[in-house]
């Protein structure tokens, strides 16, 4: 009897579903399906029983879904997602090479500063001066880069 009732009442569920995956999937492009997949959980969160009646018979479910990739949008996607891989590759690079600047500019300016004091050499506190300024600006720099992959993502 219950098979008959899922029979019955499937279609409505099935539409239901597709209507609230249309709705989380109107503002996300094709190739984020985990985005869309969060989105629709998230929805289905917020009413998370579905009951359906005829006569004195009522059923409840609860629905469950999974969002894949198209197999037809892979290829399409595969230089994007290289592209990707290549950037954030460049970019943990990019910020492994400024925190090493950092700390070797920070390593310098006190070299540097511990032997400003045992004479007045003019070189020795320009030297000082630029590495200081190098060191704000690396820092400046990996701030940027962050926020940059932050708005990014």
Known sequence: MLSWYVGYFQPNA??????????????????????????????????????????????????????????????????????????EYQFDEQMRRATYAEELSRQWATILGDHLDEGTDQELADAREHLLAAQRDAARWIGELLHHRATKS
Do not use: F, K, N
């Open 14 to 87: 099935i539409q239901r579903l597709t209507r609230l995956a249309a709705d989380a999937a109107r503002d996300l492009p094709p190739h984020r399906a985990a985005d869309l997949e969060v989105a629709l959980q998230r929805a289905l969160a917020e009413d998370p029983e579905w009951s359906y009646r005829r006569g004195d018979v009522l059923v409840t479910c609860r629905p469950d879904a999974a969002v894949r990739l198209d197999e037809r949008i892979m290829p399409a996607l595969r230089p994007h997602v290289d592209a990707m891989v290549r950037m």
